[in-house]
Each structure stands twice: as C-alpha cells, then as structure tokens.
C-alpha cells in the first residue's frame, strides 16, 4: 500500500508539471505561446480589420464627367486601399450615383442630412447657397486650361476662408475641388461670329447663362440629363457646354457643330463629406481622405484637361465640325457682355460675403499667371 500512494504521489506530481508547461509560455496573462489559445489569430493570420461603411453619391452618374470619373476611379479605390493597407480598418462603399439618392440640385442637402456620407456635387446647381463657390463661374472668357483654373482657385480659397467655411455651415467638410473642362458651344447650325447667334436658343445651366446677355441669343435653363431630348425635340439649338458631356451623353449625334469659344474651364465642383461622419472616423482614416482628396483636386485637373481633348478628337472622328471661334470675335462678344465680374461681385458682397475680394484675387492671378483675358475685367 505505502508503495501505491508513492507511486500515485509521483503520478499527479508529474501531471501538474505537465500541465504548467503546457500553460506557460510568454508572461502575457496566460495566452498560448503558439497563438493558438483563446480568440487570439495565429501568428500568419491577419487581425480581423473594423468596417466604415460609406455612401457617396453624385446627381451626375459617375461616367459622364470627369469630376464623377475620377471620384469613382481614383478617390474611391485610393481610399480604400490605403485605410486596408495602413489602418486596421476596412471601406466599403455604398455608390449613389445618377442622382439614386439626390438629384443635381440636392447633392449639398443630402449630404447636409446624413443621406450621403460624401457628396460629389457641382456648384452650379445650388446658385444661392453656393454663391461664393460659384465665383469663377462669373468670368466670362477665364482660361480654358482646367489645371490652372484649380491652381488659382485654390490660392484664392486660402486666402478667402469664407469659401469652405459656407460648407460647414451646412453640416460637412469641404475636400477638393473637381473642375469643368473649357466650355464652349455645341449647336446644330454653325457659328462663326457672334451675330449667328441672334434668335437661336441656347441652354445653360444656372451662371453660364449670363454669357448669352447681348448676343440676342434666347437662354434656357438646363441640365445634361435631359440634353438629348430637348436638342431631338428642339426644345433649344445649342448647349454652351465642355466637350467630354457632349461625347459621353451622345449629344454630338444630335448637335453636329463645336464651336471653341473659349468661356472657360471652371473650378466650380467638388467632394464634401458629412461632418458627423468626418468626426466620428478615426484620425488615421481622416488623414488618408484628406491625402487622397488633395491628390483627387490635382488629379481631376489634369484628367479634365486630357478628356477635352481626347472628346474633341472623338466628336471630330463622328461627324462633327470642330472649329475655333476668331479672336476678334471672342472680343466683341466679351465687349458685348455686361461688366458680369463686378456685378455678381457686388451682389456676394451685399449677402455679407467677400465676392470683391475673390473676384479680385482671382483675375490677379490669371494674369500673373500669365493668361491673358480677350476684355479685361475691373472690380470697381
């Protein structure tokens, strides 16, 4: 018997050892040195990474113009990438584009309300709460060159902070600019003075129409999503409009005529995010939305500029006569206008905000840049 009790005695000794070494390992309050204890990964697996769901939205879709192309092309996988690559967390995106959420004219109040995360909007179709922001729009003739449209506008925003601060005002964050390509006219007959337009009625939307006053031409208010039909059903004659929407909405089937007026390339579009959103992200994730946003400004720019061309060459290749307005056109038709700058200028100033000093800074640094307007506009 005495034997048996040693011999057990050794038994559980030996087994509480046993069991000691198996639970010991790293000092770490009792996890498996080979990661396979508990809910712990192992060693080769990576750390479940935490879901920030999205929803980003546009009334354009996100195939018609180059502020939505490169939205969904670049700033959506950008950022989803580099959040996957340096943060333990995951984007997944909810897309609302071709106004699935909000139409054209309510892209800043969905975002304002929580129904879009982040807004991809353009400025024209908000011409009262955005009238700041549409400043450059009211240039008749700036320049055509989409990259230094958002150079200089950029300069002017930081020297204005009045303009992104209207964005806070409705509940978001402003990101980055995207822009227009150069305007000009796309119309059914040709144009090769301004008298051709006498009569005609040409669409716009919102500020551009401002460039028909003293051209006798007759303005229509209106927007690309109902462009095809209102050429088919001559609801109007011409659009002022760029040439990658005239390609990629089809008008050059029903609008044979592109006309290189020269109005200008116009920095009046943009991205903006929710600011419950924005401040309820981890700081990490916010700093890679800004990094992206910036390269997304740049990067618009210059995917503006490529596009127009790129559409020109297209629309000439599908039967449209591509020509440039005279210069001494372009002259009398600005000396035709109004003194639209200064006007629009006095009337941002009189709602409380600085229009003469954006307006001001603006065209200072369109010549200092080296462009040269076919009128020179004064800010009195």
Same mark, same amino acid.
């Given at each position: 018997m005495k034997w048996t009790k040693v011999v057990l005695m050794v038994l559980v000794l030996a087994l509480s050892l046993g069991l000691v070494a198996g639970c010991g *390992?790293? *000092?770490? *309050?009792?996890?498996a040195s080979n990661g396979s204890g508990g809910d712990q990964p192992k060693d080769n697996e990576p750390a479940k990474k935490e879901t920030i769901r999205l929803t980003i939205g546009s009334g354009h879709p996100e195939t *018609?113009? !180059?502020?939505?192309?490169?939205?969904? !092309?670049?700033?959506? /996988?950008e950022v989803e990438k580099r959040v996957a690559e340096r943060t333990n967390y995951e984007i997944k995106w909810t897309e609302a584009y071709a106004g699935s959420v909000a139409k054209l004219e309510g892209v800043l109040e969905a975002v304002e309300d929580g129904l879009l995360d982040i807004g991809v909007m353009s400025f024209p179709f908000e011409p009262q709460k955005l009238y700041l922001e549409n400043f450059p729009y009211y240039i008749p003739f700036q320049t055509p060159d989409p990259v230094q449209a958002v150079k200089i506008s950029r300069k002017v925003m930081e020297e204005v902070p009045e303009w992104e601060a209207t964005f806070e005002k409705y509940n978001q964050k402003f990101l980055g600019l995207g822009p227009t390509g150069p305007y000009e006219l796309l119309t059914t007959f040709p144009v090769d003075e301004v008298a051709d337009l006498k009569g005609k009625k040409i669409a716009a939307a919102g500020p551009n129409l401002t460039l028909l006053e003293g051209t006798g031409a007759v303005p229509v208010q209106s927007n690309l999503n109902e462009a095809y039909t209102s050429f088919q059903t001559g609801v109007y004659d011409g659009w002022i409009m760029f040439a990658l929407p005239?390609?990629?909405?089809?008008?050059?089937?029903v609008a044979k005529y592109h006309t290189r007026v020269g109005f200008?390339?116009? /920095?009046?579009?943009?991205? !903006?995010?929710?600011?419950? !959103?924005?401040?309820?992200?981890p700081k990490e994730v916010q700093d890679i939305i800004s990094e992206v946003a910036a390269e997304y400004e740049v990067k618009a720019a210059q995917d503006a500029k490529d596009n127009n061309t790129i559409a020109e060459e297209f629309m000439a290749q599908n039967g449209v006569t591509v020509t440039d307005l005279p210069m001494a056109e372009k002259q009398k038709w600005a000396a035709g206008l109004p003194n639209v700058p200064d006007r629009t200028a006095k009337e941002i100033d009189s709602v409380g905000l600085p229009g003469s000093k954006a307006f001001k800074l603006y065209l200072q640094y369109?010549?200092?840049?080296?462009?040269?307007? /076919?009128?020179k506009w004064e800010i009195k």
């Amino acid at each position: 018997m005495k034997w048996t009790k040693v011999v057990l005695m050794v038994l559980v000794l030996a087994l509480s050892l046993g069991l000691v070494a198996g639970c010991g *390992g790293n *000092g770490d *309050g009792g996890s498996a040195s080979n990661g396979s204890g508990g809910d712990q990964p192992k060693d080769n697996e990576p750390a479940k990474k935490e879901t920030i769901r999205l929803t980003i939205g546009s009334g354009h879709p996100e195939t *018609g113009l !180059t502020y939505t192309i490169t939205a969904n !092309t670049f700033f959506q /996988p950008e950022v989803e990438k580099r959040v996957a690559e340096r943060t333990n967390y995951e984007i997944k995106w909810t897309e609302a584009y071709a106004g699935s959420v909000a139409k054209l004219e309510g892209v800043l109040e969905a975002v304002e309300d929580g129904l879009l995360d982040i807004g991809v909007m353009s400025f024209p179709f908000e011409p009262q709460k955005l009238y700041l922001e549409n400043f450059p729009y009211y240039i008749p003739f700036q320049t055509p060159d989409p990259v230094q449209a958002v150079k200089i506008s950029r300069k002017v925003m930081e020297e204005v902070p009045e303009w992104e601060a209207t964005f806070e005002k409705y509940n978001q964050k402003f990101l980055g600019l995207g822009p227009t390509g150069p305007y000009e006219l796309l119309t059914t007959f040709p144009v090769d003075e301004v008298a051709d337009l006498k009569g005609k009625k040409i669409a716009a939307a919102g500020p551009n129409l401002t460039l028909l006053e003293g051209t006798g031409a007759v303005p229509v208010q209106s927007n690309l999503n109902e462009a095809y039909t209102s050429f088919q059903t001559g609801v109007y004659d011409g659009w002022i409009m760029f040439a990658l929407p005239s390609k990629n909405f089809k008008l050059y089937e029903v609008a044979k005529y592109h006309t290189r007026v020269g109005f200008g390339a116009e /920095p009046v579009q943009g991205i !903006t995010i929710n600011l419950d !959103t924005w401040n309820n992200l981890p700081k990490e994730v916010q700093d890679i939305i800004s990094e992206v946003a910036a390269e997304y400004e740049v990067k618009a720019a210059q995917d503006a500029k490529d596009n127009n061309t790129i559409a020109e060459e297209f629309m000439a290749q599908n039967g449209v006569t591509v020509t440039d307005l005279p210069m001494a056109e372009k002259q009398k038709w600005a000396a035709g206008l109004p003194n639209v700058p200064d006007r629009t200028a006095k009337e941002i100033d009189s709602v409380g905000l600085p229009g003469s000093k954006a307006f001001k800074l603006y065209l200072q640094y369109l010549e200092e840049d080296g462009y040269q307007l /076919p009128r020179k506009w004064e800010i009195k």
